[in-house]
């Protein structure tokens, strides 16, 4: 795995656990397109990628039927999900200093522009 990946890998995390800890989503809603965008991978394999990083003990079996069936970059969940793990700490203190409102405001833009994306992407 070359050097640009693992320091993609553990970016992405790192961002995505910032935005979860700071609107109070599961990460899944933006890493799987994440995965799928910027590492190229299937939806199978972005989606048994995140089960990876949620292994202990959310998504033990979930990811183990993905794992067997060949759809998980197990690197990568790995390295993701030590990003996410920082990213969710500071996320979450950034949080506590916001305004409930402008949190509700970010969360909703999040949400939608994801949507668009994932409606109007091949």
């Not at 800890?21 to 910027?38: H, N, T």
Request: proline share 3%; aromatic share 12%; with cysteine.
């Amino acid at each position: 795995m070359s050097p640009l990946v693992i320091s993609g890998a553990l970016v992405l995390g790192l961002v995505i656990g910032g935005v979860s800890g700071l609107v109070g989503i599961g990460g899944g809603a933006f890493l799987i397109p994440a995965l799928i965008y910027f590492f190229g991978m299937s939806q199978l394999r972005a989606q048994g990628t995140s089960l990876g990083t949620l292994l202990l003990p959310i998504g033990i079996f979930a990811f183990w039927t993905y794992y067997k069936a060949g759809h998980v970059d197990l690197k990568i969940a790995l390295l993701v999900a030590l990003g996410f793990a920082a990213g969710g700490w500071f996320g979450g203190m950034w949080a506590q200093h916001l305004p409930e409102g402008v949190l509700r405001r970010c969360f909703a833009a999040l949400l939608v522009l994801l949507a668009a994306k994932l409606a109007f992407s091949r």
